[in-house]
């Protein structure tokens, strides 16, 4: 592809700030520009001929219809298609999109996720034009990013608390800044640079394992005689199957103005690695959700299947979403800059211990963010930082903190040069400190990487908690800086106490050790290990305080998403168990059964010609005793599920669902694996690992 093709590719179908420029009144231009960057309300007459505008521009393109695309509880976007006709009078149309139909749409919100908030029968919702992300165009349909609320105006969706989230933060940034001297930044603004891992697999075998169909993942599948072992599919060669598709994801990404940028082979066989450009934090969670819907369409397309499961395959890396997060002002600032002599950089050392106090303080914020039922899979295993929150910053950031809390910083250490000792190859300059993999909460230059989001979650929900946590704490910064009548030396005793007070956050290890775990529990750091005990978080008093001091979320609304949160965990659970049962009793025993009769057969016509054979006899004894076992299993989980009825709370179900019914899950895969390794292959029927993983 042509430098030009692509410059003219790019954002081609994004009604981006090159396209209203061109297309609106200067004026009108100018009012939405003010709205867009400082919040001013929008004018009636400006939407609607921002409106028309959009209409020209999609029908231009082969647009029919328009949506409203937003993003409810359900993890997924949602979007309701409207046409652009209305009739003439005459008999015939005429195609027409109004302000009004811009900014306010009305989808039937009765049957989304709600917590409670209202009852089932109240089906009105709203959904409200977001102008903050730009509209684009998609399946012949112009997509209008917007949030959902209720009838009552409570937020059902994960884009209007972010969007809260982000005017909180950047509202005390600003404080903060003020009290610096800063005089020309008015404001501060959340930046997300997201990594998303995921597995493609062969179509026709993804259609022959019923577990992928309905739940994402694998419930059955003996680990196969090659793995990851070799590591020899981290960054190796793209196959040419995997490197068609790859091509057509950055195509259709980029005409949808999302900035992919790399690629690559991840650790487990089948597994890739696609990552953007650093945007606004609102935008990069909307291409995100887009990136996840283009990767499994474009599989699709070439008879592939995309898997954004957290641990689709048990015993291989599974998939996370690396979230990158800084912070920048509109004037061209990154907070989280250290500079070349960061000891001496006020404001940085200021900022940056503003995100350690609020890392530590609220940890348990941050593990729930991550938590979902697929992610409790794959925290604590070898790909993934533990469930215990800390946080890295490397050798250089380490020994400045050190220094001030021992009276002062006076040094930065610097990297230097890297010299490989051949003459061709050039000397490369060395970072200041080494990148740590193992740590969920890691400093990596001029931003903090947050590790433990799970590869199918909306990077709304941490984007939410790390903006709203580090926001309160830069308020009671910035309260303590204007009461002071020096405001060096109270920065200086504001960093000291932090450092002081919130080290035990700090840990530049190995995360995957016992021995961290161990001297995690003796700081006192929460581990904490699952979904279900991560989610009351949400409602405890300190959550509440915090969330409806900067009207990020009210106490109703941190409510209904414990209950989402709990029930989706029990009905993800719940539809696992069933599925497993299913291929339980109608694939794997019948398979084992009828090798079993084929085994006992050539033992007893060996015994009747007086040849016996210790390696049958073994065989159908092994086998006999799996089965049996087996059997016994799938009647103590179709037990097991039978008694959830007795469970009246969400809380109390979640934890039966993990305690009960997920360990049975477990007994019983033990025995289909073992009995995938015994059964003749033809026999078997359902494909392996081995298949799966290596077939492409």
Not at 237 to 261: H, S, T, Y
Not at 316 to 330: C, E, Q, R
Not at 353 to 374: H, K
Not at 619 to 629: A, K, Y
Request: one cysteine or more; a neutral charge; charged letters at 25%.
């Amino acid at each position: 592809m042509s430098k030009e093709s692509l410059e003219n590719m790019f954002a081609c179908n994004v009604f981006n700030d090159v396209v209203m420029r061109s297309r609106l009144p200067k004026n009108i231009y100018k009012s939405l520009k003010k709205t867009i960057d400082e919040g001013v309300p929008l004018a009636p007459e400006v939407a609607d001929i921002v409106a028309n505008a959009m209409k020209d521009w999609a029908i231009e393109k082969g647009a029919t219809h328009f949506t409203h695309w937003f993003q409810p509880m359900t993890g997924i976007t949602a979007e309701k298609h409207d046409s652009f006709i209305s009739p003439n009078g005459e008999g015939r149309i005429i195609m027409e999109f109004s302000g009004k139909e811009l900014i306010k749409g009305e989808p039937d919100a009765s049957s989304f996720p709600s917590g409670g908030l209202r009852a089932t029968f109240e089906a009105r919702g709203y959904t409200a034009w977001d102008c903050t992300s730009p509209a684009f165009f998609k399946d012949n349909t112009l997509c209008i990013p917007t949030a959902f609320c209720s009838y009552t105006g409570e937020a059902l969706d994960k884009k209007t608390p972010l969007l809260r989230s982000m005017e909180a933060l950047s509202k005390q940034a600003i404080r903060v800044l003020r009290l610096l001297g800063n005089s020309t930044t008015t404001q501060v603004v959340a930046m997300v640079g997201p990594e998303q891992e995921y597995f493609v697999i062969d179509k026709k075998l993804y259609e022959k394992r019923k577990d992928l169909i309905l739940t994402g993942r694998t419930l059955f599948g003996a680990k196969p005689a090659k793995g990851q072992e070799l590591e020899d599919h981290y960054f190796g060669n793209l196959k040419d199957r995997i490197a068609a598709f790859m091509a057509e994801v950055d195509q259709e990404l980029w005409k949808l103005g999302v900035l992919a940028k790399t690629k690559h082979n991840e650790v487990a066989p089948a597994q890739h690695e696609l990552a953007c450009i650093y945007r606004t934090t609102n935008i990069a969670t909307d291409h995100n959700q887009l990136t996840m819907e283009t990767l499994k369409k474009v599989a699709n397309r070439q008879g592939l299947v995309c898997l954004l499961h957290e641990k689709p395959f048990a015993g291989v890396n599974g998939s996370g979403k690396h979230n990158n997060w800084s912070m920048a002002t509109n004037d061209g600032q990154n907070l989280l800059d250290p500079g070349k002599t960061p000891h001496e950089n006020e404001q940085f050392l200021l900022f940056l211990s503003a995100v350690i106090q609020a890392v530590d303080e609220y940890a348990d914020l941050l593990r729930v963010s991550s938590a979902n039922p697929g992610n409790d899979h794959r925290l604590g295993a070898n790909e993934a930082p533990p469930a215990i929150i800390s946080i890295f910053l490397g050798e250089q950031l380490t020994d400045i903190l050190k220094q001030i809390e021992n009276g002062g910083a006076k040094t930065s250490k610097v990297g230097g040069e890297l010299k490989l000792g051949v003459t061709t190859l050039p000397a490369l300059p060395k970072d200041s400190t080494d990148r740590n993999r193992t740590s969920p909460f890691a400093f990596t230059g001029n931003k903090f990487e947050f590790r433990m989001v799970g590869s199918s979650a909306s990077i709304a929900e941490p984007n939410t908690a790390l903006n709203t946590i580090v926001a309160e704490i830069l308020s009671r910064i910035a309260t303590r800086l204007e009461k002071a009548k020096d405001i060096d030396a109270e920065i200086e005793k504001i960093v000291t106490e932090i450092v002081k007070k919130h080290k035990r956050i700090i840990f530049n290890g190995n995360n995957y050790t016992d021995d961290w775990v161990k001297e995690a529990a003796k700081r006192g750091l929460p581990n904490i290990t699952s979904t279900v005990a991560a989610i009351p978080a949400l409602i405890s008093d300190a959550s509440v305080k915090l969330y409806e001091k900067h009207s990020v979320l009210t106490k109703e609304e941190l409510h209904s998403r414990y209950e989402i949160y709990l029930e989706n965990y029990s009905k993800i659970v719940n539809i696992e168990a069933l599925t497993m049962v299913e291929i339980a009793k109608r694939q794997i025993l019948p398979a084992s059964l009828k090798f079993a009769g084929k085994v006992a057969s050539t033992v007893a016509s060996l015994k009747s010609a007086s040849a016996k054979s210790k390696a049958a006899e073994k065989l159908l004894s092994e086998l006999t005793v799996t089965i049996d076992s087996f059997g016994k299993n799938i009647d103590a989980l179709e037990l097991a599920l039978n008694k959830l009825k007795h469970h009246d709370s969400a809380l109390k179900q979640a934890q039966y669902y993990r305690d009960v019914v997920f360990v049975t899950m477990g007994k019983l895969r033990a025995d289909g694996d073992l009995l995938e390794t015994l059964v003749d292959s033809d026999i078997w029927g359902i494909p392996t690992y081995a298949e799966l993983l290596f077939n492409i």
